[in-house]
């Protein structure tokens, strides 16, 4: 499986940034896709995450009205919009497959991740 996010860099506070993951050896049309990020000296946290259609979306609070998961099954991508950026957004972000969505969030479908792309976010 090979996840490639790309897309991060150095921004400042309410700036918008649009990440990009593109996907390899996947079905990648019939999954459940999302973000999630990780700071230092911390966990990887849930952020966003869609259905295999992208009509179903799923958010972590801190980010809602600000985040947008989007997907293109067609080019096998999947995007996320983050606008009015905070430093406390600064994070290794990471695309993956997801499993059990549901309003408290997405787990990841398998315990593997590719490549991330750093966010950083200055005040």
């Known amino acids: 499986v090979q996840l490639q996010a790309s897309g991060g860099g150095l921004v400042q506070a309410g700036d918008s940034l649009t990440l990009s993951c593109a996907v390899f050896d996947l079905a990648f049309g019939d999954l459940g896709m999302g973000w999630f990020r990780q700071a230092p000296g911390k966990e990887r946290q849930f952020v966003a995450g869609l259905s295999w259609n992208g009509a179903t979306t799923f958010y972590t609070d801190p980010v809602k009205g600000r985040f947008t998961i989007s997907r293109d099954n067609v080019k096998r991508m999947l995007y996320l919009q983050m606008n009015s950026l905070k430093p406390e957004d600064t994070a290794a972000y990471y695309c993956?497959?997801?499993?059990?969505?549901?309003?408290?969030?997405?787990?990841?479908?398998?315990?593997?991740w590719g490549q991330g792309t750093q966010v950083t976010v200055s005040s």
């Open positions: 993956a497959p997801v499993r059990d969505c549901s309003s408290n969030g997405c787990y990841a479908k398998f315990d593997r």
